[in-house]
């Protein structure tokens, strides 16, 4: 089976840079994208803990 990107994987790192950004200038934003990046990233990395063979970029995922 050929490998595949994590379906998130770019938004949730576009997500956490975001909510740096957004939490230096206004508090609101930044906790909104924060919230959203979380809820995101749980999401794939239990889809990637199911077959990790499958996925490749799992390190976005992380950082």
């Known amino acids: 089976m050929e490998k595949q990107n994590l379906p998130n994987a770019t938004l ?3 997500m956490g840079i975001l ?3 957004g939490a ?3 508090a609101l934003p930044g906790l909104l994208f924060g919230i959203i990046g ?4 749980t999401k794939d990395t ?3 803990k199911q077959a ?3 996925y490749l970029n799992y ?3 992380q950082a």
């Open 24 to 26: 230096c200038c206004y």
């Open 19 to 21: 909510s740096i950004v």
């Open 52 to 54: 990790p063979d499958n």
């Open 12 to 14: 949730i790192l576009v």
């Open 46 to 48: 239990k889809l990637y």
């Open 59 to 61: 390190g976005n995922v």
């Open 38 to 41: 979380l809820v995101l990233a």
